[in-house]
């Protein structure tokens, strides 16, 4: 505890007089320890403004069905919201090719949408967005290494794991996950970090990013086969890819990571744990076809949570990737931002 000076004056007159805390000191440093203890959750207005069409799955609505839950769950005020700053284009040339950043900036309209690919469009907002999901897991790596919160949550869009370094694809213009990890392997100097990935689709752009780097192992479940048609063969050593069949239910995962992801973990020791949180598994949900519930994404959560208290000193950075239906997707995230808090 901060203690202020006491007058030497005072300190003759009674050698015996206690130094007295100062009020204001003491209240910052209080609130100081209450968030080091908090999980943060990341977001931003402009990731509201990404629009892709009203037919369109990856919708704005995605980011307001998760705060309409976390508000009806009543752990709103039990974390700590924090707005995301933009990311530069340095920082996202850790992973991706200078081309690439420029092609994606230079594609942004000025109206009405253009197709980057057959399912991802760019909307006059959508660079601006692109670079505030980026930037939120960046700054949540930032606050979470320096102990400022015990782990993050970053509720943004456009989604990530699908964008290569050299290539924007499947929603995704910027792999937010990847650019986070390299982030915190190049400029805070981690030596290992490990990437979890539960989207149902597999993170292929997470995999050409870091596929043979000795620093990062990648642990990622996926139904297969199916969009976008990777990670099922010539893995490297350091990805533990598990394709599951289509209408695979939870249990079935959860033995699987029993058997392949906990062990790989135990072993790799990782100083920083990130997450990619795609809750499109769910049994609700179109986009995929498998049989997940809460509680599986409260079970994974809960294994994650676990190895990073054992080896990463409780670093978690999460950040969303698919879950389109959206009563799924609220109640799915509250189950994962429940254990991340421990609430």
Known sequence: MHVSRIRAAALRRDAQTEDRPNKRDTRRDLTRAANNMATAFYSHPDCLLHDMGPWHPECPARLQAIEDQLIASRIDTSIVHEEAPLASESELARVHTRAH???IKKS???SGCIEVDADTLMSPHS?????????????????????TYS??????RP?????EPARAMGFCFFNNVAIAARHALEVHGLKRVAIIDFDVHHGNGTEAAFSGDPQVLMCSFFQHPFYPYSGADNQAENMVNLPMPA???GMAVR???DLMWLPKLEQFKPEMIFVSAGFDAHREDDLGNMGFVEDDYAWLTMQIVNVARRHAKGRIVSCLEGGYNLSALGRSVVAHVRVLADI
Not at 129 to 139: C, D, H, K, P
Not at 151 to 156: E, G, P, Q, R, T
Not at 159 to 163: R, T
């Open 247 to 249: 209408r695979t239910k």
């Open 151 to 156: 782990n993050a949550f970053c509720s943004v």
């Open 127 to 147: 660079y601006q967005a692109a670079l505030r999901s980026a930037g939120a897991a960046i700054a949540a790596t930032d606050a979470v290494i320096a102990g």
């Open 108 to 110: 942004s309209p000025l």
């Open 159 to 163: 989604p990530g794991h699908h964008a």
């Open 101 to 103: 950043i420029d092609f």
């Open 255 to 257: 033995e699987a990571v």
